[in-house]
C-alpha cells in the first residue's frame, strides 16, 4: 500500500514538484550520528519551541553547514530558506521554512536530498538539546533519523491531497489511495463519454470541452435557409389543406344544385338525394348524363307507365332503364313510385 501512495504521489511530484514546507529538524527520543557523536536527545521540545518564540528570531537553511564553515573562511554562505516556526510532533521537532527562490528550486529539483541540524547541548551524556541554531541541505547526513527531503515532499504531497479530496487531517495512506483511485476511475469513465459525445457531434473524440459544447449547440440550431424551407413547407401544406377544403365544399355545393334541380322536376325521387350528392361529386359528369336521360315523373301522360292504381307494384321497361343507369334496388324503387302516385292521385 505504502509503495502505491507513493508512486502516485511521485508521479504528482514529477508533474508539479514543490518543496516540502515543513523540516523534520530533530527526531524524537535518543539519537546518535553516524560519525559516533551522541547519543542525544531533546526529551523538552516544548522548551526549545518557547525559546525560539521569545528570541523571535529566524532560522537559517543553508547549504553544507556553510554558515559554520564557509562564512568563517570569509565565502559565501547565503540562506537557502528561513525557518520560521517550531512545532512539535510525536516523531520529533519540526520547523515551517519559507524558501528563497534558489533554495526551492534546489529542493524541488532534488540537488539536496537530506537534513543536517546544528544546535546547542549539555555536557552530560546523554546530550540534552538545548537550543536549535540552524539546519543545513546536504546530501551527507550524520544523523539518519530525520526524515529525507524527499520523504517530507511526499508526506507534504499526502496532505496536499487530503485537502483535495476533503479528507480529515488523521486520513492515512490507504484511505488516501482509496480517494485517488475512485477520481481517476470517475475520470477515465468522464474521458470515455466525453469521447462517445464527441463522435456523435461529429468531432474529434479530443475536441476540448467548451469546443464540444459549441458543436453541439451549433447542431441544435437550424440555419437561415432551413428555417426559410420549414416555413415555405408549413405554408405550402396550409395551403393544400384550404385548396382540399374550397374544392370539396364547391362539389358539395355543386352536386346539391344538381341533385336538388333534378329531384325539382322529378327526374330522381327525394329519397335518393343523398346517394346521388356523394355520387355527383365523385363523378358529376356521369351522373349529370345519367339525369338528363331520366324521365320526368311530374312529366304530363303515362307514356308507357301503368295507369295508377291498375297494378302499383308492375314496373315498366322505362322504370328498369332508370333503375339501371341508377344502380338503384327494383323494390326501393317501385316503393318510392308507389308513395309519389299515391299523392298525385
Known amino acids: ?15 508539479d514538484a514543490t518543496a516540502p ?17 551522541g547519543p542525544y536527545a531533546a526529551p523538552d521540545m516544548d522548551a526549545l519551541i518557547s525559546l525560539f518564540n521569545r528570541e523571535g528570531h529566524k532560522l537559517a537553511v543553508d547549504e553544507n553547514h556553510s554558515t ?17 516556526e517550531l512545532q512539535k510532533r510525536d516523531d520529533g521537532l519540526y520547523g515551517r521554512v519559507e524558501w528563497t527562490p534558489e533554495g526551492e528550486r534546489m529542493v524541488t529539483a532534488k540537488e539536496y536530498g537530506f537534513l543536517s541540524p546544528v544546535f546547542n547541548h549539555t555536557t552530560a551524556k546523554p546530550f540534552k538539546t538545548t537550543k536549535v ?3 543545513s541541505l546536504t546530501n551527507d547526513p550524520n544523523l539518519t ?19 483535495v479530496f476533503g ?37 474529434a473524440k479530443d475536441t476540448a ?16 435557409t432551413e428555417a426559410e424551407n420549414a416555413e415555405l413547407k408549413t405554408q405550402l401544406v396550409s395551403m393544400q389543406a384550404q385548396l382540399t377544403t374550397l374544392a370539396t365544399s364547391t362539389a358539395q355545393d355543386k352536386a346539391t344544385t344538381a341533385i336538388d334541380g333534378a329531384i325539382q322536376v322529378g327526374k330522381i325521387v327525394p329519397a335518393l338525394r343523398d346517394h346521388m350528392i356523394a355520387r355527383h361529386m365523385k363523378n358529376p359528369t356521369e351522373v349529370e348524363n345519367e339525369i338528363k336521360l331520366m324521365p320526368s315523373l311530374n312529366a304530363g301522360g303515362l307514356g308507357k307507365r301503368k295507369q295508377p292504381g291498375a297494378d302499383d307494384n308492375a314496373l315498366t321497361a322505362e322504370d328498369d332503364k332508370v333503375m339501371a343507369m341508377m344502380g338503384v334496388d327494383p323494390k326501393a324503387y317501385a316503393e318510392t313510385a308507389k308513395a309519389l302516385h299515391g299523392k298525385g292521385n
Open 209 to 224: 470541452p467548451e469546443v464540444l459544447v459549441t458543436a453541439i449547440q451549433s447542431r441544435g440550431k437550424a440555419s437561415a
Open 1 to 15: 500500500m505504502e509503495k502505491a501512495i507513493n508512486s502516485i504521489i511521485r508521479a504528482l511530484n514529477h508533474a
Open 68 to 84: 559554520d564553515l564557509a562564512a568563517k573562511k570569509g565565502h559565501s554562505a547565503p540562506a537557502r530558506g528561513w525557518v520560521v
Open 167 to 203: 479528507l480529515p487531517e488523521t486520513a492515512d495512506e490507504a484511505t488516501v489511495l482509496a480517494a485517488v483511485t475512485a477520481a481517476h476511475s470517475a475520470q477515465t469513465a468522464g474521458a470515455a463519454l466525453m469521447s462517445r459525445i464527441a463522435e456523435a457531434a461529429g468531432v
Open 145 to 163: 533519523d530525520l526524515k529525507s527531503l524527499h520523504s517530507q515532499q511526499e508526506t507534504a504531497m499526502l496532505e496536499q491531497l487530503r485537502k
Open 133 to 135: 541554531l540552524r539546519v
Open 21 to 37: 514546507e515543513w523540516l523534520h529538524l530533530l527526531p524524537a527520543g535518543e539519537f546518535t550520528g553516524v560519525d559516533g557523536r
